[in-house]
């Protein structure tokens, strides 16, 4: 049964980039209200649960988290604009390198060897995604697609460092959620009121994406994913998590005609194979101090 659950997570949360195309708003429009929609539904969940346990500075740190969170699904959302659905959602899952890196430079959890060898490979395909200038590249501006894929990933990693701070393994996933989903929500209002670039009168059909888009990915999806993962062995975790955006993928090409060059094909089975085998190995040595940073929830958005 967590196998089962597991996997439906993370095909319902392939949907993500598909429901923000059909959508077709502002990608800060479409940030916030996916974790607007989803707030409600999180809360009435929260509600029926035991007591979350957690200290103030706990969820205050989810929270601060979900902020970052919401930074990273407008630089998502416009990397969705320009790359199309799939490239977009690959490029996401390069966190993994940057958690990383990072948890390198701030707790001096040395990267294993193996980890040291991998990164170059993704980067090449980071590289090979922009399509190289090439005419024939899939996209409205791929190379401009693949900063936003860099920025949403590193956004994405700032947000995995801050929950991880916040206690993020210790008890029910529905309360962490919550706080991040309410970060994000006021993260994307605040965005949306400074640059103006944002629409807070719904109408439809956009919104009626936006709502499956709050209640697909980030309620039922996520909430199946966080349940279940950390009780799956590490190679099944890692073939599960490289599911969405194979999928992501899938889906662009049939609904949305996404006909990527061989150049890009080549770039997405870099980064593919190269973050899978981080998820799978680990990026930390086993000699260094703290603990390994690979968990089973690093999934994209």
Not at 53 to 58: E, K, L, W, Y
Not at 154 to 170: D, F, I, K, N, V
Not at 283 to 289: F, Y
Request: proline share 4%; with cysteine; aromatic share 10%.
């Amino acid at each position: 049964m967590t196998h089962l659950a597991a996997a439906f997570g993370v095909f319902l949360i392939s949907f993500s980039a598909v429901f923000v195309r059909l959508a077709d708003v502002e990608p800060i429009t479409a940030a916030f209200f996916r974790a607007f929609y989803a707030l409600p539904v999180l809360f009435l969940i929260f509600r029926r649960k035991a007591a979350d346990g957690r200290s103030v500075r706990d969820r205050r740190m989810a929270m601060a988290a979900g902020a970052m969170l919401g930074v990273d699904l407008i630089f998502w959302h416009h990397a969705i604009d320009h790359i199309g659905t799939g490239l977009a959602t690959v490029m996401g899952n390069t966190q993994v390198v940057f958690v990383g890196l990072m948890a390198w430079w701030l707790y001096g959890e040395r990267p294993s060897r193996w980890a040291l060898a991998l990164i170059p490979l993704v980067f090449t395909g980071v590289v090979l995604v922009s399509g190289l200038g090439r005419s024939d590249a899939y996209g409205a501006d791929p190379s401009r697609g693949v900063i936003f894929g860099v920025l949403t990933a590193l956004a994405y990693t700032a947000y995995l460092m801050m929950l991880r701070a916040s206690g993020r393994s210790q008890g029910s996933p529905v309360g962490p959620l919550l706080d991040a989903t309410f970060g994000a929500a006021v993260a994307s209002l605040f965005f949306g009121l400074v640059l103006g670039d944002f629409e807070l009168v719904p109408h439809w059909p956009a919104h009626g994406w936006l709502v499956a888009l709050a209640m697909v990915s980030q309620v039922f999806g996520w909430l199946l994913i966080t349940r279940a993962l950390p009780r799956l062995p590490a190679l099944e975790t890692s073939v599960l998590l490289l599911m969405q955006p194979m999928l992501t993928v899938l889906w662009g090409r049939l609904l949305f005609n996404e006909l990527l060059s061989t150049i890009q094909w080549s770039g997405v089975g870099c980064v593919l194979l190269g973050v899978g085998a981080l998820s799978l190995a680990g990026s930390v040595s086993a000699t260094s101090p703290g603990t390994n940073l690979k968990t089973n929830e690093e999934q994209t958005t």
